[in-house]
């Protein structure tokens, strides 16, 4: 029997790989997991149940003879854990990342996702682990564009400190010695591509979709409530590429890559022929009831309102321009049949993605209501 430790455990990828580790191997899975209000093992529980249940699962098949929490902090030596404790490990898994990305947190975001990824691999080394899979993302291409391939991402290229933060990570374990490291780089991650649940916080897609849900409130509070009717105008390319990846299908091929035991190296959990952003958009908007948006170049000519949103969009913005397309040939070469290889993302799947959040959005509202 093998062991995989896996970090960010509680969180959107890690709790979907948790399972999948669970349900597709026979290993022991120990989570590092930091104590909050409650403790470790109840932080797992919860987040595990809550995924299992999102995701159409009728068991999380936990229990702590196959996967138990252990305490842990990233921003300590080996992660605050005795390699004693967990060793020998197998693989180790990083999925724990900070995904705050303003000014105000750029130290908390580089102490957690660089020196977190150190603590991490120092542990992992130390614990005997053979393969370190680092959790990354596709978008350390940061201001490039093109056919993106899946080799090392060149420094000072990020849009935001969140790239900035991953791309040090990455760079740091390519200079390390010891255990062999897979880089997994998902692109966009929404819910699960049949329930299009959502377990664990909601950002990317669904912040920008929040954002514009909340458009009415917006309006309100500026004064213009009969600006509903009124398109609205957004800094964004109509033909850039919405490269969105299910939650359950990314920890699939992780897992897989595991399993076939995929040689050390780079992979792109992307999607191979994303839909572009103008049908997306529209879609958004019209579920919102609102008009479609007009997709502009620059902020000549624009209203308070468009000015206001603008703002709110500061991060998303980098998502919604560029033609960035992720060369998958690394992956192919291992996973020919590769999960993410063959979903389709279509009208109908993304209404259903917008229809999911809609609802959440509606029970969040009543629940607020209810205790004013």
Known sequence: MTTHVVTGATGLVGAALVLELLTRTDATVICLVRPGRSSATERLTTALTAAARAYGREETNVDEQICRAVPADLTQARCGV??????????????????RYE???????FATN???TRHAHDLARAAGATVFNYVSTAYVAGRRTGLLREEPAPAGLGN????????AAEHLLAATTGPAIRVLRPSIVIGHSRTMAVAGGRTG??????????????LTLLGDAGGRGRPLRIRAEADSPINVVPVDLVAADAVALSTAG???GTYHLTHPAPMRLRPGLDLMFAMSGLAAPLLVGGDDGFTQIDREFDRRLDFHRSYMSGQKVFDQSALRAVLPDAALLSWTIDAPTLERVFGWHLDQLSATASVRAAVR
């Open 82 to 99: 005795d390699p004693a404790e967990i060793g020998p490990v197998d693989e180790f898994w990083h999925c724990a990342a900070d995904l």
């Open 103 to 109: 000014d105000r947190h750029r130290d908390l975001l």
């Open 114 to 116: 660089v020196d977190g």
């Open 262 to 264: 995929a040689p050390a």
């Open 205 to 218: 897609l669904y912040t920008i979709h929040r954002r514009v849900h909340q458009l009415d409130r917006m």
């Open 160 to 167: 935001n400190h969140y790239e900035e933060s991953k791309t």
